[in-house]
């Protein structure tokens, strides 16, 4: 014998407000207000790094050194995104690139873009490219081979420095694909990692460097700060 | 009536009043772990300084929910290394009564929520008895496993598994006693503390279907009936209540209503097949050439296999509803990712009342799992303090 059941007129008057409450809920669902980045990033997935909300700040012509305890201009205000915070080894990329976003009154003249870095790989891996590009435009690529350091240098054409529209100049490190999604979904891709990097414009660069791939800068004459790193 | 007569029948039903085992034993168990924890932390560091041994248990997600009880929920993401992270994921409800609790009793939210977790855990225990249908040996083995066994810190500091339990149990409870309608009500707490929570509602229809078939209906006439039904319609709505308001709220403080799923994320969840994360979680411990020990990947693989047979066994049991809810609050997880899966499954009810069961029908793994528990629970504790991967 099947159970028999009374309906109850009071349960659907509640399950009533319930559906309506629920239908609201739908509607925020479906209508969010949030930001393009975020949008991107954690909606989308259009994005492999959510920006930090920096100042942009970056003054002509100084190295920025991103290794900690170093000298050199240490505020953070130009690491965008991508680029995992300052360590004592510099900043690591993650994701597809890394950003920095730099502001600057941009001078009539090309700059120079000079760069040190390194890449988790080595000589029994291919070589990994680098694209290094300037509001959206590739200026140049870097090839690593093994795991030295790399320097980079590329003259960033004034038209393209004032490309930007809000005035901000980003530049872009895209690194390559290198393995399949593990286990958080992500793509496993190169890691860049930035050691120090500027922008000069191009009639006050200083001459080219003549540091040995792989090897350490040696110390110039009248250093503009003392070496705290050769006692650790 | 003789006055003395009435003394003696007061003090004979006095007398006779007596605590029931199944009430006192969660307590001594507590209060026996808790000292224990606390004198082998006294043993490892010297100190002796009680606030101090609870912050040393409050790690990881621990400092998340102390964190949401005190200051609410964050702003913009900025946490962790690549900057995507804050407290979003959180679920509200166990952070809400914590803050009330430290506002009512002064205590700080640290002290006040591992009083709290202690108490919600044997009011969890409590509530489970009518769930072993008078088997007081596995009964015994739930609440040691709790109390003092390897898992024991889930369910002494600030994390949401001593509450999920308890919820899980007071709603199973009730649908055993076919109170539809409160049971929903209590997945609406569920819900409000655990994205989990949802899944009560699949419960709800499994119990239904299953009381209507023992009350001598079949399944094609529970179906029938269905549309008569409104105490289930209403039980299945009141379920996501709890997660609704907690989306309405995101969508007025982040403008995504869905941000607890969204920022999950910055933990390197995203859905996918849950069996593909499985396979990928152990082929990972054999791709890295390790045949000797249990990594930690393994050691999440083995504890989401073991959540997926014990719903297996609940079928086979009839206790559908425990299935249902066991298997999809383990797959759920897994389908982000096979990352805190020991605590997943550790945080679902049924899986531990239905081991509690198997192992305790025999007398000898019986007692032989007090002791192991024991000392995993006395050995794991500095791996915990110590931040330990493994145990999350």
Known sequence: MEPTYQPRLWHLIVTLFVVVFGGAVLWMIFNPRVADDYRNYYIDRSWSCFPREISYFYPLGEPVTFVAGRPGYERDTIRWCGFMPIKNDGIKSFGDYGILKLKFPIPDEDLLLTFSSWANTNASKPERQVTVSVNGKSVGIVTFKDAKRVNGSFVIPTALAKASPDGVMEVRWDVPRIAPPGTNSEPVTLQVRLEAVRIVPVSKAPPPATTTVGEPAPKRPNPRWNDVSADH | ?392
């Open chain 2, 1 to 392: 009536m003789d006055d003395s007569l009435t003394e003696t029948n007061v003090a004979a039903r006095r007398w006779t009043f007596r605590i029931p085992a199944y009430i006192l034993l969660p307590f001594y168990l507590m209060l026996i772990g808790v000292a224990l924890r606390y004198a082998v932390y006294i043993r490892d560091t010297g100190t002796w300084d009680f606030t101090k041994y609870l912050r040393a248990l409050c790690v990881y997600d621990c400092n998340a929910y102390e964190r949401l009880a005190l200051n609410g929920y964050e702003g913009r993401p900025s946490g962790f290394d690549k900057g995507d992270a804050n407290n979003w994921a959180f679920f509200p409800f166990y952070s809400i009564l914590v803050w009330a609790l430290a506002k009512v009793t002064g205590l700080t939210v640290l002290v006040a929520g591992s009083i709290f977790t202690c108490l919600l855990t044997v009011w969890a225990a409590i509530l489970s008895w009518p769930l072993f249908e008078n088997r007081f040996r596995a009964y015994f083995l739930f609440c040691f496993f709790l109390f003092l066994g390897p898992f024991s810190y889930y369910f002494t500091t600030l994390y949401t598994e001593a509450l999920f339990i308890l919820l899980t149990v007071a709603g199973f409870s009730l649908l055993k006693q076919k109170d539809y309608v409160a049971a929903g009500l209590t997945g609406a707490f569920m819900s409000a503390t655990r994205s989990t929570g949802l899944l009560f509602m699949a419960a709800i229809i499994a119990a239904a279907a299953q009381n209507h078939i023992k009350d001598g209906g079949t399944l094609r006439g529970f179906f029938a009936s269905l549309w008569k039904r409104t105490d289930l319609l209403l039980a299945v709505a009141l379920v996501p209540i709890g997660v609704s308001i907690f989306a309405i709220y995101l969508w007025f403080h982040s403008g995504d209503a869905l941000a607890f799923q969204h920022i999950q994320r910055a933990w390197g969840r995203a859905f996918a097949n849950p069996f593909w994360n499985l396979w990928l979680t152990i082929e990972l411990q054999f791709k890295n050439g390790n045949f000797k020990t249990i990594s930690t990947d393994l050691a999440f693989g083995i504890a989401a296999i073991f959540g997926m047979v014990m719903s297996v066994v609940m079928a086979w049991k009839g206790k559908w509803d425990w299935a249902i809810f066991s298997l999809f609050g383990v797959l759920l997880p897994l389908s982000t990712n096979a990352y805190s899966m020991l605590r997943f499954v550790v945080g679902l009810a049924p899986v531990l009342i239905m081991s509690a069961f198997i192992f305790s029908r025999w007398r000898w793994v019986f007692y032989l799992l007090l002791p192991v528990l024991l000392i995993l629970d006395v050995f794991l504790l500095p791996t915990w303090m110590s931040r330990s991967y493994y145990l999350m």
